[in-house]
């Protein structure tokens, strides 16, 4: 009799696994398939790599003839051609994300705090939206605003004759340059971080910048030694972002930094920000066309895999420089 | 000590303090002085913006390019509009979404509501984090590979036995990837919203766990899903890399073969993104009215977005989880 | 209302309250013998100075003037918080303000050191001085330099208990000093407030992992570092258990020679068992001034009365 009034759980309990099951099985479809394509492309770059050793990272002759050279030689029927020098991309682009994101870390921290703690009421809730608005525009828009105001205003107020003609048999000073893709990614990455680091410093608990006021300490130092250092995860996490944006960033830059793979030399004096050059995801942009050639393939593969693994290194550096704060953080 | 055996003592005046900074030192005005001055130069600069491309915009948009589709030629009326391109926009992001958020809500209800063995947990974070911390460029590249292969040339226009690889397909499954992450962290985030209490408040009344999931949970998370939903939209219709490179870069319609909608999935087109980097001086048709014009629609398109996230956010925060 | 100062100069009668019991004043505990962690160590004594009696036992001669409030209102927005209330605040007593939730003592607190400016819609008249000089001419931070403040909830700073003291050390002095230069002062901070010996050496300890009594006890010894003129305590005692509280309140009776001390308290009996001066306010204003003695056994006030009985509260 008691049967009769047993409870049927089991159906319940099935219809759960299954349901784990099916997601888990999805996640783990997922992450096959995203790990399979990392390992894939690392696959396809290794000849690459294998054919030039550690003079890949190097520096000898124009990059571009021996691109060139290496398309040439996958569509003759000779011998293929995998010679690949790499250094001025590997410059061009740190460079270019160094400095922009350099100076827009330091301009962004500025501010961030003067957006959270001192900017009048009125102006913070114009200026909140249209930080985040800033952030999700696309790039080719500021890759406009680039070609449009910034090149030619460097290239017909910033290059004076003589430089161009110091240079002239090399590259040509035209406004597209190392200057022009640094200020225009600059403003590009700037509403990310300003973004990232005001949420930061909103989350510090008020309870601790009242607790500084109310020991005499101005409130300049409160928000920097007490907010700043409190939103550091933050501040990590938002630098961490920008520079892997930056670090994509394919279109903008082929649009103003020029058509060279040209590594700008700080020897050259003033000249120097105002070389052309070109990064490392701009020059597989460039010659996304001629991929079908197999050495011209393995080159293009072996360049991304070189920015795949800047950008994990940048999150594992990322996280590592969050380890140190969790000791005396009530969070992260 | 006892506080009987207290000394007893007078109040009397105090020591004179050690000597001490000025309340505001100088570093500190010169900081706030900084802060002040970069604060009100970025506003300035994020006006100046908006300015420029309203009124360039307005200057150059005109009813007729939403209508007529680009053409090759060379002066401003000869090249037509951006009909197609802006179809190709919301064809590409819709492909992208769907194939984005039936995943990207499948995974973050795992992770948030299962999530054993927590090693597969785990791993799927950091991958989920290594897409998102990835170049559209590579993710461009791997999407190559994989529509070239014969076994997906389905997907895209081949002819003599070469896979041509590009095709709305290709670009929008590859979009999709640049839309996971954040449709993950979204729904995620909102999920782990929910206080236990309501989960275990349906568990009491019998409901399983998947049921719990779609009929309390996901409806509750609901302005997440929205905002993760509408964040992804923004960067698949922001991107260009993964467009230039995997649909093919005709400006229009490029039908392959002729079922309906799968011919045009099929084919290959432009979106907003490409026509404004063709026509930019750096590129090939050099209009840059017409590049402005297209670069405004996008902006309102963002625009658009950006408030309906807003409007998202602004109603979950009034659903307050009293605990 | 009447305006009630003693004069200014006037002596606290020494001790008859060792044994007294407290009367009819609500929730005291009346059987001897049930002080919790008696822990001071008062055995000799011929009844434990918690049971039923003040605290206190040493006579303070003098009491200078510090403070001065004057006709203050304060309002946030259209309500007002505090209404036209004069009260004197002195080095070597210790004033405590009581009163029912929302009655403004709060706000009154807040605005002897202007942390009442931190809120956009506040209005304020009448005035507060500071030795003679009223505080709306000097500069807010350094105002607050010589009145500090402890907050209802601990708030200690998430770095070290080494930090956390030195923090207002190295911010305020003249060049910033050395690690080995503060240890001394940081010591001495922790020793006043009865954290020293549970922490030992051990000064690195992330602050925020300390229980919620000890975190309570930095944050005096943080604002001690500042060596105020005035220490401001908002409830310091309400999240925190028995223990803590006593030591607490040890604490404050011990610092009131060097600091003029102003307590909010909800709390009844430990307004009686720290308090020279007690100021009772209700919705706003000032309705009862006078030592504490008088104000818990012999109200003047109808409301004091019913107050202090626990007829509302």
Partial sequence: MVEEFRLDTEPTRDSDRRAELMLGALVCLVVVLLLGMFAFVLYQAWPSFSHNGLSWFGSRGNVDSQIQAIFNSGTSLGHEVYAFHGWPLIWGTALVVGGAVT????????????IVEFAPDALCRVLEPVVRLLASVPSVIYGLVGVFVLVPLIGNHLITQGSKASVQGIITLNGY????????????????????????????????????????INKWRTVWKIGVRTARPAIVAGTVLATARALGEAVMLSMVCGVVSFAPNPADGWIFFVEPT??????????????????????????????????????????????PMKRYGART | ???????????????????????????????????????????????????????????????????????PGFTATATGGFLDPMLGTMLVSAIAMAIALPIGIGVAVWLSEYGRPAALARVAESTIEMIAGTPSIVLALFGILLFESPALGFLSRSSEGVVFGRSFFAAGAMLSLVALPLVVS?????????????????????????????????????????????????????????????????????????????????????????????????????????????????????????????????????????? | MEFLTPPPVRRLTGEESVTEPLGPTRGLPAPPGNGNGNGNGNGSAPASPLVGGRRRIASTPLAIDRMQAEALSVAYGRKPAVDSVSLPIRQGEVLALIGPSGCGKTTLLRSLNRLTE??????????????????????????????????????????????????????????????AALRGAVRDALARAGLLDELGDDLDHPALRLSGGQQQRLCIAR???????????????????????????????????????????????????????????????????????????????????????????
């Fill in chain 1, 103 to 114: 100076i827009a870390f330091v301009c962004s921290l500025f501010v961030a705090v003067f």
């Fill in chain 1, 177 to 216: 340059s190392l200057l022009a893709g640094v200020a225009i990614l600059t403003v590009m990455v700037a509403p990310v971080m300003v973004a990232i680091f005001s949420d930061g410093l909103r989350a510090v608990p008020r309870g601790w910048i009242e607790a500084s006021l109310g020991l005499g």
């Fill in chain 1, 278 to 323: 070109r990064p490392l995801a701009s020059t597989i942009i460039a010659f996304i066309d001629d991929l079908s050639t197999p050495p011209m393939r393995h080159t293009l593969y072996a360049i991304a895999a070189v920015l795949l693994l800047s950008a994990a290194l940048l999150s594992f550096g990322g996280w590592a420089a969050k380890q």
């Fill in chain 2, 1 to 71: 000590m006892s506080l009987l055996e207290l000394p007893v003592s007078q109040p009397g005046p105090r020591a004179p303090r050690a000597a001490q900074s000025p309340p505001w030192r100088l570093i500190d005005r010169i900081g706030l002085a900084v802060a002040w001055l970069l604060g009100l130069l970025f506003c300035a600069l994020a006006g100046a913006l908006v300015l420029y491309f309203l009124v360039q915009g307005i200057k150059y948009v005109r009813p007729s390019l939403f209508l007529t589709n680009p053409s």
């Fill in chain 2, 186 to 323: 979204n729904v995620r985030e909102g999920l782990e919203a929910i206080p236990d209490h309501v989960r275990e408040a349906s568990y009491a009344l019998g409901k399983t766990k998947f049921a719990t999931t779609r009929r309390v949970l996901l409806p509750a998370a609901r302005p997440s899903v929205l905002t993760g939903a509408m964040l992804g939209a923004g960067r698949v219709i922001g991107d260009t890399a993964i467009i230039v490179v995997l649909l093919g870069a005709t400006l229009t319609f490029d039908r392959s073969g002729s079922v309906p909608l799968l011919s045009t999935l099929r084919g290959t087109g432009s979106t907003l993104t490409y026509y404004v980097f063709y026509n930019a001086p750096t590129g090939e048709g050099n209009q840059p009215t017409k590049a402005y014009a297209a670069a405004f629609v996008l902006l309102m398109i963002v625009l658009a977005l950006n408030v309906g996230v807003d409007i998202a956010t602004r109603r979950s925060r009034r659903l307050r989880w009293s605990s």
């Fill in chain 3, 118 to 179: 931190l809120n956009k819609d506040v209005s304020q008249s009448g005035r507060i001085t500071l030795d003679e000089v009223d505080i709306a001419t000097l500069d807010p931070t350094a105002l607050r330099r010589r009145v500090t403040m402890v907050f209802q909830q601990p708030n200690p700073f998430p770095m070290s208990v080494f930090d956390n003291v030195a923090y207002v050390l190295r911010e305020q002095a003249a060049r910033r000093p050395k690690r």
């Fill in chain 3, 223 to 313: 604002a001690l570092a500042a060596d105020p003129e005035v220490l401001l305590l908002d409830e310091p005692c309400s999240a925190l258990d028995p223990q803590s509280t006593q030591v607490i309140e040890d604490l404050i009776v011990r610092l009131r020679e060097d600091v003029a001390v102003v307590i909010v308290t909800h709390n009844l009996q430990q307004a009686y068992r720290v308090a020279d001066y007690v100021a009772f306010m209700y919705l706003g204003r000032l309705v009862e001034y006078g030592t504490a003695r008088q104000l818990f056994r012999t109200p003047r006030e109808q409301r004091t009365r019913e107050y202090v009985r626990g007829e509302f509260g």
